[in-house]
């Protein structure tokens, strides 16, 4: 029986928003689940149904084999993190850790051997004295999410929570919550607007807009096989490029593009996709782009050219050594198993 359960679920305010769409989806005990999208796609009120911090307007919750939509936050045994960090300013480390247990009334042996334990897997030990002001961004963050594990709930619900992290803060604090969540072994649903985070942290993904969910796998299938062009463009960075065609005698053909197509595609205007690496300098004929290079970005051991193809702009990943100067003339292909075609009007995956 999976873990979490969420059937035809519905969120419509008041004014007759409707925030989220037949959310439908079953999880299983100890998975690492990764909702994503764009700002306003309904994935923070997904998650603050599921706690209990916005009332359910259809559908059905259950955690644990148990409906849950009835039940207060404190009853469903869910932990949540913010994206603020929401510490007590005026409590030291180990009162933040502690104080979600002194209000339980539980023994203050049981809550010392706790939180010892938790800051030691948080690597918080040499900070319990401190005040929340005292610490950086990270540690806070990471007396946060202890926090939430103390209180030794199956599913731990994580709200943009590295948003106010610095670049180099997020990628360590990304890869401490991967391995808090395989010691712990509870549920996580984590919400971001950051595909890589996405990508680096879950088991599967779930990408959602306009409060829809446009598809559900794992970072390598929502990589290699998107349904839409929503998705081929959401997750990978760079994004992939998109070109506008029209079909001519079996072939996509515009400005600066000219590539055969798959079998049994009949659509007079298509768009064809490929990511930034799948390109291939050496042009073939009847089957290559042409364009002009408009910037270019060394990045260490590969640099981005920014190509314009007769009005399309698109995004190549080449070698270091490969780069071209800007305004010089490029020729090149990518090679049809690479090559995403997408129903123009539909934007559906052909």
Do not use: W
Request: glycine residues 10%; aromatic residues 8%; negative net charge.
């Amino acid at each position: 029986m999976a873990h979490i359960r969420l059937e035809n679920v519905n969120k419509v305010y008041e004014n007759g928003f409707h925030a989220v769409h037949d959310f439908n989806m079953e999880i299983e005990r100890g998975e690492f689940i990764v909702l994503v999208g764009p700002s306003g796609c309904g994935k923070s009120t997904t998650l603050r149904m599921i706690a209990g911090l916005e009332e359910i307007s259809g559908g059905t919750l259950t955690i644990g084999g148990q409906v849950a939509n009835q039940k207060s936050p404190r009853d469903r045994g869910v932990a949540m993190v913010f994206q603020s960090y929401a510490l007590y300013p005026n409590m030291t480390v180990y009162e933040n850790l502690a104080f979600g247990l002194t209000l339980k009334g539980i023994n203050e042996d049981v809550i010392e051997q706790r939180v010892h334990r938790i800051a030691k897997i948080l690597g918080l030990t040499p900070y319990l004295d401190r005040m929340p002001r005292e610490l950086s961004g990270g540690q806070c963050q990471r007396v946060a999410v202890g926090r939430a594990i103390i209180r030794r709930v199956e599913v731990f619900l994580m709200d943009e929570p590295l948003s106010n992290l610095d670049a180099k803060q997020r990628v360590t604090m990304r890869s401490e919550i991967i391995q808090i969540h395989r010691k712990v072994g509870a549920t996580t649903i984590y919400v971001t607007h950051d595909q890589t985070e996405a990508m680096t942290m879950a088991d599967r993904i779930v990408v959602m807009k306009e409060g829809i969910v446009q598809q559900m796998g794992t970072p390598k299938e929502l990589y290699f096989t998107p349904v839409n062009k929503f998705v081929a463009g959401f997750i990978g960075e760079p994004p992939m490029n998109f070109v506008d065609c029209v079909v001519i005698g079996g072939k996509a053909a515009a400005v600066g593009v000219v590539v055969p197509l798959k079998k049994g595609i009949n659509n007079n205007t298509i768009t064809v996709g490929f990511r930034p690496e799948a390109v291939r300098l050496t042009p073939v004929e009847g089957g290559s782009f042409h364009g002009v290079v408009e910037l270019t970005e060394m990045l260490g051991d590969y640099s981005n050219m920014y190509i314009d193809l007769d009005g399309s702009k698109i995004i190549i990943r080449v070698s270091p050594y490969d780069v071209k100067p800007v305004g010089e003339k490029i020729d090149f292909y990518v090679p049809q198993e690479l090559l995403y075609f997408f129903d123009s009007e539909t934007e559906q995956v052909l």
